[in-house]
């Protein structure tokens, strides 16, 4: 109700499991799809996969965060961002709008932080060679990116044009086999290119 009282949201199909899930998506291919992460039969996470996979739709996965242990999977599996069950209603619609337009839920303090959580468990030492694909200005980049700043912050910091910013984004999303913002900043923190706060490099 909420997102079909937008004048430039159509809610288009709802569905009940994760296999419901895939034959809406490759039925109506929508734009973004809104993806709990516990449902029966096929979880949202196979169901993130396989959406993924087979399409460029954008997967939105919902969490309670205190109780989900696989946000860090779905995210693998290239859902675009995640929400909160409870979140607001004008948090949730200004969500969908920012997925739609080829952003990722990098922003709220909330996700960096469950990012940050769970790489912090997970990361590994740095991977010599990874990133040598890279130019210095693609890096930096991918740096600023992992830090959570925008397309325009990145811009300031490097005194260049938010769209010389996006082309740079394109080309290391490119070049590294990435879907994504998400998946770079997952990457970055996994090859040791940055760590969580206060955790030594490499642990």
């Known amino acids: ?99 739609a337009a080829g952003e990722a839920l990098l922003a709220p303090s909330v996700t960096r932080r469950l990012i940050v959580d769970v790489i912090r468990t997970r990361s590994r030492p740095a991977v010599p060679g990874v990133l040598d694909t890279l130019t210095a200005r693609e890096r930096q980049t991918l740096v600023l990116l992992a830090r959570g700043l925008s397309n325009a912050e990145i811009g300031t910091a490097l005194t260049v044009s938010e769209s010389t910013v996006k082309t740079h984004v394109s080309h290391l999303l490119a070049k590294l086999g990435l879907r994504d913002r998400v998946q770079a900043v997952i990457h970055a923190y996994e090859v040791g290119l940055v760590t969580p706060p206060n955790v030594p490099a490499g642990q």
């Open 1 to 99: 109700m909420i997102l079909d009282a937008q004048s430039d949201i159509e809610v288009v199909a709802e569905v009940g499991d994760g296999a419901a899930a895939v034959e809406a998506v490759l039925r109506h291919q929508p734009d973004v799809v809104l993806m709990d992460l516990r449902m029966p039969g096929m979880d949202g996470i196979e169901a993130t996969r396989r959406v993924c996979a087979q399409t460029s739709v954008q997967v939105v996965v919902l969490t309670t965060y205190d109780v989900d242990e696989y946000v860090y999977d779905a995210l693998r599996a290239g859902a675009s961002g995640f929400l909160l069950k409870d979140v607001r209603r004008e948090d949730l619609v200004h969500a969908i709008r920012v997925v």
